[in-house]
């Protein structure tokens, strides 16, 4: 895609975040249409890229989510190989907003989907490290897609890192980790 087809390379789009963020006292914004957990974050912040000031839109999450994310993932693949009556697990809310129960299908596929994610965890078969993935080839700026090995995505976390990727200093772990489901931890 041609930066000049791209609206996040244009001066006046840049300035406009560069306000909004000044506004704010912050290096980034927040992206208000996605949900944001203690473990994930969408936000905007402004670089470089090859000597143009550019807006990156980045996802940052927890090393722990991308795992659980992962092995629900293959649980899912692994239960449409074994049920030939598969489908995608809906949780319901009843009126009074708690939820309705599974009906036989999803429990079975629910059941094997746990067991299936115990038995990855127990042999540690997933493992994931620290990465940064860059994507040119958006819309908008540049995507990024981040991983860290840090307890929570806080505002700290996402300040330092664009600190060390707008300064060419960041130190990504090359260590391979694996995690246990929360809740699932024995003691």
Known sequence: MKQAENKGYKPEIIQEYRNRMDALNKSYLLDNTDEHSDEYAHFFFIGMDEDKPVIYDAVMYTLRLQHESELFEIAE???????????????????????????????????????????????????????????????????????????????????????????????????????????????
Not at 80 to 98: C, L, M, R, T, V
Not at 103 to 112: A, S
Not at 162 to 186: C, H, V, W
């Open 77 to 187: 693949h692994r239960a449409a190989q074994h049920f030939p009556d598969y489908k995608k697990i809906s949780y319901e809310e009843d009126e009074n907003g708690n939820l309705e129960s599974l009906d036989d299908v999803e429990e079975k596929i629910g059941l094997f989907m746990a067991e299936v994610i115990m038995e990855l965890e127990e042999d540690g078969q997933v493992k994931i490290k620290e990465h940064v993935d860059m994507d040119r080839h958006v819309d908008f700026g540049i995507a990024l897609d981040i991983g860290l090995h840090t307890e929570s995505i806080t505002p700290v976390v996402i300040e330092k890192f664009i600190r060390d990727f707008n300064e060419d200093a960041l130190n990504l772990d090359p260590t391979l980790y694996s995690f246990q489901t929360k809740g699932m931890e024995t003691a």
